[in-house]
């Protein structure tokens, strides 16, 4: 037997043990690290999971979410909101005083709810509240109840002509404070802005922050049931803060 004869199977198994070497290798590339987890959804993330559900009608799912939400983060005053959106009674949480408001062409009621109540995440709580079981279906020309009061129109002040006087008397002036007294005593303008804030403070967890502009919005507009129902939302998260100190 010639030695080209004798080399022969031990060259075939060489190249067969090279072959499956490179593609044990080019397995090990491709596949998943040993040990690699998926990175879990931040709270912000959850937060929009949550409310696309509900804008959905999907209540069951967002249930879910919430619970699992509450155990990471048992004191997250977005979650806590939204539990109570389906929980709670709305006429409760929003107040049974309303005015009449029809649904404009590009309408969401996330924007509505945003626009009025200051809140995105108020939405399903709107929703409830006019007994909508799907806030994605609003439709243009539909009948909306908005818990509170209808804001009043835009007004612009004029400045008013001093009164004609003898040529040998001085002009009357107007007293400094003949304006100002209603202005500091209500300006429901000035306390929706405030509410806004306060609201958004309490998004972020600034419960004190939120605390303290809640009760300048209440001052300036004692009669806005919704504002005392914030107010007394944010004093009881913020004594819940506290007390885990």
């Known amino acids: 037997m ?20 490179a593609l044990a290798l080019a397995g090990c590339a491709s596949g998943p690290k040993p040990g690699a987890v998926a990175a879990p959804a931040s709270s912000a993330q959850n937060i929009d999971a949550i409310a696309e559900h509900l804008n959905q009608g999907d209540v069951s799912a967002a249930r ?63 929703a409830r509240y006019n007994g909508i079981e799907k806030p994605a279906a609003l439709i243009a020309g539909q009948m909306l109840r908005i818990p509170g009061t209808k804001p009043a129109p835009a ?15 001085p002009r009357a002036q107007p007293p400094k404070s003949a304006v100002a007294p209603s202005t500091a005593r209500s300006d429901p303008a000035a306390a929706r802005q405030l509410r806004t804030q306060g609201l958004a403070a309490l998004n972020k967890g600034s419960a004190t922050r939120a605390v303290q502009l809640l009760r300048r919005a209440s001052a300036l507009d004692p009669g806005n049931a919704m504002i005392k129902a914030d107010l007394a939302r944010a004093e009881r998260i913020e004594a819940t803060v506290r007390s885990r100190r």
Request: charged fraction near 20%.
């Open 2 to 21: 010639t030695i080209a004869a004798q080399n022969g199977p031990h060259r075939y198994v060489r190249r067969t043990m090279v072959l499956a070497a």
């Open 64 to 126: 879910k979410l919430i619970k699992s939400g509450l155990k990471r983060d048992p004191n997250n005053p977005s979650l806590a909101l939204l539990r109570d959106s389906i929980a709670r009674d709305p006429v409760e949480l929003l107040g049974p005083q309303s005015f009449d408001y029809v649904v404009q062409p590009g309408d969401t009621l996330a924007g509505i709810a945003q626009r009025y109540l200051g809140n995105r995440l108020m939405t399903y709580q709107l």
């Open 155 to 169: 007004r612009r002040l004029e400045k008013p002509s001093p009164p004609p006087s003898a040529p040998a008397a």
